[in-house]
């Protein structure tokens, strides 16, 4: 599932796989860039902006800055191979593009929304994202003020869109409520402490960079890295209530209804 944390660090390992390596070919497998050839450019960088990949190179020669975009939403991913690697990672139909370098070959499976604009043109594609959790601008007011400008939502979706904030996914979105003790259908209005919650989600987020094994709970073993995310019918951690499981909008959504006091149903 990717979230915030996992686009992070996907772009990491996309910049340590192809930083400054000039590309000695491309494939693109989606109709808007089918004849796109990036052999001969440079990548420079990779960022990410919520589940938002901004992978950015040097067009040849002519000093022209661009970004190729993705966005990972529920299914995609990226995976670096090293030269003569078999791509086993997903089945071959889900491929969408191809980089290929000397040292590595990048491969997207299952992207969204891939385009290729002019790196000052990034605003066009991410400007409507709320601060990012794992940015270097990260805005705590900033995500409050946005979240706030909704009373009425419900705090579980309002967690959700990434124009309030961007990087929480349904498992963090769960978590934060779960730890902070919320109803996720309580109104934006009635969270006692907008400014406590977006700060403990930014820092499940940080907590889980630079590995792929997201937990919440403190704990890496298999079975125990959530406190209700995928835990339905289960007891709760900390009071042994079953958790609950509901859809909420498009989602699902995990609670404890005695940790989470609120809303009856
Ligand atoms: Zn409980």
């Not at 290729?116 to 959790?133: I, S, Y």
Request: charged content about 25%.
């Amino acid at each position: 599932m990717p979230e915030g944390d996992t686009v992070w660090n996907t772009a990491r390992v996309l910049e340590r796989a192809l930083a400054g390596a000039r590309l000695t070919g491309s494939d693109f497998r989606v109709p808007q860039l089918a004849t796109t050839d990036l052999t001969g450019w440079v990548v420079r960088e990779c960022a990410s902006r919520g589940k938002h990949l901004l992978l950015r190179l040097d067009g040849p020669a002519d000093g022209s800055r661009w970004t190729l975009h993705s966005h990972l939403r529920m299914d995609g991913t990226w995976r670096a191979y090293a030269p003569g690697e078999r791509w086993t990672a997903r089945p071959a139909h889900l491929i969408r593009v191809v980089l290929r370098a000397p040292t590595a070959t990048a491969v997207g499976y299952h992207l969204h929304e891939v385009a290729l604009v002019p790196t000052d043109e990034e605003a066009r594609l991410v400007g409507h994202l709320g601060p990012d959790l794992l940015g270097e601008d990260w805005d705590p007011a900033e995500a409050i003020r946005r979240l706030s400008a909704h009373p009425d939502a419900a705090i579980g979706p309002a967690l959700l869109d990434q124009r309030n904030l961007a990087g929480v996914g349904n498992l963090y979105k769960c978590e934060v409520l779960f730890l902070r003790g919320i109803d996720p259908r309580t109104p934006v209005r009635d969270v006692p402490d907008l400014g406590c919650l977006v700060t403990l989600a930014q820092e499940l987020l940080a907590a889980n960079r630079g590995r792929w094994t997201q937990s919440t709970t403190g704990s890496l073993r298999r079975g125990q890295t959530s406190h209700v995310y995928g835990r339905r019918a289960q007891p709760c951690r900390r009071c042994g209530t079953a958790i609950r499981k509901e859809e909420q909008g498009e989602r699902v959504t995990y609670w404890c209804p005695t940790c989470q006091p609120g809303t009856t149903t």
